[in-house]
């Protein structure tokens, strides 16, 4: 399956497998969750299927998700939120959803608190615009 989606020509066929495999993709969903990830951030029409893989794995092994995983998802939720003026994708929404309910919350919120840090202090590095008055 990871193969297939490095392949990314062959990735709606491995993405259709919604995790369907059980425990022996447990060594390798980080791996799966990164490059749907890296597929995601590209131009992709594979994102309904990206995202029902991202949550069949939330779904059936919880447990296993760590830090950078939970990460990768909300920045790419946030990406996605601040970069279209579109709302996010159905699935979209559904993996953010399952994602607060099933995620450990010793994983959940230590992601969330370096996320708020890592943009607070992006926000602080971007220079202010110059504020020019003008009398007519």
Known sequence: ??????????????????????????PYFRDIITEIVVIR???STIAEDAYAVLHG????IPTFWGTREVTQ???????????????????????VKALAKRAPSNVLLPALIDLWTSFTASLRTVKPIPITFAIF
Not at 8 to 17: E, F, H, I, K, P
Not at 75 to 83: K, Q
């Open 57 to 60: 794995l939330l779904i059936s």
């Open 73 to 95: 998802i909300i920045t790419l939720y946030v990406d996605h939120c601040v970069s279209t003026s579109n709302s996010a994708y159905p699935a979209m929404l559904s993996l």
């Open 41 to 43: 951030k590209g131009a």
């Open 1 to 26: 399956m990871l193969i297939s989606i490095r392949g990314r020509a062959t990735a709606t066929v491995a993405l259709s497998a919604r995790t369907k495999i059980g425990l022996q993709i447990i």
